[in-house]
């Protein structure tokens, strides 16, 4: 059973920074993408960042520049560095591992960008 933990949310001021740390536990082997989606109110889940066993990132257009994913294999955790934070990136953030043909959710942290 896999299971994975996020944390390093919480409150920051426009344009401010926040480090997201996701931890995961159990039989891990060979994990393909590691992911950062959000959840803003009343919108749906979206992807935010994917970074594949490679290293190879992709952003999505509002993060672009302000954001970073960063994966650690050996300890199997995936980092989101988010700096120059607007208030439009309030949502509850959720990391995702793929592995084999299974995709594993977090339970989510919640970043609140407010002055």
């Known amino acids: 059973q896999v299971q994975l933990v996020e944390s390093g949310g919480g409150l920051a001021q426009p344009g401010g920074s926040l480090r997201l740390s996701c931890a995961a536990s159990?039989?891990?082997?060979?994990?393909?993408?590691m992911a950062w989606y959000r959840q803003a109110p009343g919108k749906d889940r979206a992807l935010v960042a994917i970074i594949t066993n490679l290293g190879t990132t992709t952003y999505v257009d509002p993060v672009k520049g302000r954001f970073t994913i960063s994966r650690d294999d050996a300890k199997t955790m995936v980092y989101l560095q988010m700096n120059s934070l607007k208030p439009e990136d309030t949502a509850i953030y959720y990391c995702?591992?793929?592995?084999?043909?299974?995709?594993?959710w977090g339970q989510g942290t919640q970043v609140t960008v407010s002055s």
């Open positions: 995702n591992f793929q592995i084999g043909h299974t995709l594993y």
């Open positions: 159990g039989s891990i082997s060979n994990i393909n993408t």
